[in-house]
């Protein structure tokens, strides 16, 4: 029975999810055929593969006061709000490395999700190898307005919580493998990692303000997916319910409204997520081994 882990992004909130990842690092759960990470989501994604814990709250919590790694200086004076360079090269490479040894030899495959600004859908990038392929993790976290463009092979990228917020559907192999994705046997069951409570209900402030701006005006399939984002993103919420239901998917989620700031300093309002999600995996352990076997 093949097995997929998917994590939903959404900046510094993505500290309950590194919390769940460390104790299933852990107790040695690694029997995932593959792993499917947005934005945020796909670095935490990145140090499960290398299998390093507490790598990524580390981070985090290390760089919080470094106007380097997410600020409004790094946006005024690099166009993004996340440190490019410093998060993707600096940190990945020097402060705090990746062990890429270890995650090039995993057998497990990881896939970053990102949006096509020209088309206005998700692109499945595949993570082979590291430092190489750094700018697709990159380009799954690029958000819209406060990010530039990431570049790939003549497309431009930004996030990918834009279009696929949370792959569970692409995992499984529902509506079909993307066409992006090769050689891929859909899995039979998922481990989910949301960053949102389960009764959230989403706005659009970010989307509206895109749109707004008519930064985007060049690429109305991508304004429009902006548009239908909110709307989009409750439905796959209401159907990851589903397949929780039908023993498909085993669905983490913090169990109150998550209120980190996009530009949070403060460490402990991370420290406490990232204890909650640490909780919210060892209090169902027990469950969770039950299903993966």
């Known amino acids: 029975m093949k097995k997929a882990l998917v994590l939903e992004g959404g900046g510094y909130r993505s500290v309950f ?6 104790v299933l690092m852990e107790h040695g759960i690694y029997d995932f055929a593959s792993v499917w990470g947005v934005s945020a989501g796909a670095l935490c994604a990145t140090s499960y593969v290398s299998r390093q814990i507490g790598r990524t ?11 380097r790694l997410m600020s409004f200086f ?13 998060l993707y090269h600096t940190v990945q ?27 206005g859908s998700p692109r499945y990038f595949e993570i082979n190898r590291l430092p190489d392929d750094v700018e697709k993790i990159r380009a799954s976290s690029s958000l819209p307005l406060v990010s530039t463009a990431v570049t790939i092979d003549g497309h431009r990228y930004l996030d990918g919580g834009t279009t696929d917020s949370v792959p569970l559907e692409a995992a499984l192999g529902i509506g079909g493998v993307p066409d992006d994705v090769k050689e891929y046997e859909p899995a039979d069951r998922a481990v989910v990692v ?3 409570q389960r009764d959230y209900v989403k706005g659009e402030q970010l989307e509206r303000l895109a749109r707004l701006s ?11 997916a902006l548009g239908t984002r909110a709307k989009r993103y ?8 589903e397949l929780e239901r039908g023993g498909k998917a085993f669905v983490f989620a913090p169990a109150a409204p998550v209120t980190i700031a996009t530009t949070e300093h403060d460490g402990w309002p991370m420290l406490d997520l990232y204890l ?7 209090e169902r352990l027990d469950a969770l081994l039950d299903f993966l076997r």
């Open 17 to 22: 999810t590194a919390g769940v990842l460390d």
């Open 57 to 67: 709250i580390r981070i985090m919590l290390s760089f919080r006061d470094d106007r």
């Open 74 to 86: 790094s946006l005024a004076t690099t166009g993004n709000i996340t440190g490019g360079d410093f």
């Open 93 to 119: 490479d020097e402060l705090d490395p990746c062990d890429v040894e270890t995650f090039n030899s995993n057998p497990t495959r990881m896939f970053a999700v990102a949006s096509d600004v020209v088309f």
């Open 194 to 196: 949301l960053t949102r």
């Open 214 to 224: 008519r930064r985007y005006k060049e690429y109305p399939l991508y304004t429009e």
């Open 234 to 241: 409750m439905e796959q919420r209401e159907r990851i319910w």
């Open 276 to 282: 909650q999600g640490r909780r919210a995996a060892a």
